[in-house]
Structures are given as C-alpha cells and as structure tokens.
C-alpha cells in the first residue's frame, strides 16, 4: 500500500530534513577525514627517502659490528635464531613472530658472507 504525501504525517517532512542533515554532517565528515588522511600519506612518503637513507647506514654499521666477532659466536648466534625461529613454528606461533625469530639468523648469515679478506675456507 502506498501514501500520498498529501495524506504523511506533519512530521514526516521534519524527519526527512533532519536525514538530509545527517547525510549531510556525515558526508562532510568523510571529505575531511578523507582530506586528512591525503595530507598524512603526503607527509609520509616525503620522509621515506630519509629513511630508507638512515636504514642503510644503520645496517651498514651492524654489519660491521657483527663483522667484527668470531665465527664461532656468530655460527652460535645464528643457529640460535633458526632454532627460535622453529620451535615457534611448531608451536604455532603466528608467521610474523616466527620471522621476526629468524631474521637475526639472515642478518648474521650476510655479515658472515660480507665480510672482508680472503676466507673462503669450507668449515671442517
């Protein structure tokens, strides 16, 4: 059944200004956090390049760093990342920890290749 709108109620037209007001206050508001949210990705990916910058020398001085220790410490260090990394992979752990567990291990493994001189002895 439909109504005539000469026969709504007197305060259906009300009602409907006040959706209108709403849709309104609520469009206004999705532009601004809209607008908000461009300006912060702006902001953002104009410091990446600092960043990525800063990464690298930070990775630069920890490889050395770890450059500078034994083999056996870093052999030691690196198979205790692995053995971390799978136990949490048998227990579960969800993938994010379980990466974070192993990524010392990489770390190590690229400072051991990096390393400078002429060790290219097999481990005995």
């Not at 609520?26 to 956090?33: G, H, K, M, P, Q």
């Not at 048998?90 to 400078?116: E, N």
Request: proline share 7%; hydrophobic share 45%.
């Amino acid at each position: 059944m439909t109504t005539n709108p000469e026969s709504r109620p007197p305060d259906s037209a009300a009602s409907a200004g006040r959706g209108r007001e709403r849709l309104g206050d609520a469009v206004r508001r999705a532009s601004e956090a809209i607008d908000q949210a461009a300006s912060s990705a702006r902001t953002l990916v104009s410091h990446i390049p600092e960043t990525a910058q800063a990464a690298r020398a930070r990775a630069n001085t920890t490889t050395t760093a770890l450059q500078t220790l034994p083999d056996s410490t870093l052999r030691g260090l690196a198979a205790s990342s692995v053995g971390l990394g799978a136990g949490f992979y048998l227990a579960g752990v969800p993938r994010l920890a379980t990466a974070a567990a192993v990524a010392p291990a990489m770390i190590i493994g690229a400072a051991i290749i990096l390393r400078p001189g002429d060790r290219v002895a097999a481990p005995q």
